[in-house]
């Protein structure tokens, strides 16, 4: 079985129902509105945005949108994320509630200044 995967965030997102797609453009935009110098891809065949390595990752799943911040971003963020399900590097915000944008905000931020801390990668 041969899949297109996509080969950038519109051609990602473009691959879902149009409500799915809101959602996602919503995500898409909050991420891009706190790390404005982040570097946008696909990797894991998901979203992904790179500063100075990988910052976040999101995808859409059939009940939920995962949001990826690396372990880093989680255990910060731990009480606000409590509400829910959460695993070593990722959470989980159901589709049936709304997404939790200022929180998806801060742990962005947050994922931002600990990337300008490392040392630059070497191409």
Request: glycine residues 4%; positive net charge; aromatic residues 10%.
């Amino acid at each position: 079985m041969i899949t297109n995967k996509p080969t950038d965030i519109d051609a990602y997102i473009a691959g879902f129902p149009e409500d799915i797609q809101k959602v996602l453009e919503q995500i898409w935009a909050t991420i891009k509105a706190a790390a404005p110098d982040a570097a946008e891809t696909i990797s894991y065949a998901i979203p992904t945005f790179t500063l100075n390595g990988n910052l976040v990752h999101f995808a859409a799943f059939k009940n939920h949108i995962g949001f990826y911040p690396a372990p880093t971003g989680m255990e910060s963020f731990k009480k606000e994320l409590s509400v829910y399900k959460t695993g070593k590097g990722s959470v989980q915000f159901p589709l049936d509630q709304p997404m939790p944008l200022d929180l998806i905000t801060q742990i962005v931020k947050f994922r931002v200044a600990m990337s300008l801390e490392k040392p630059k990668k070497k191409k």
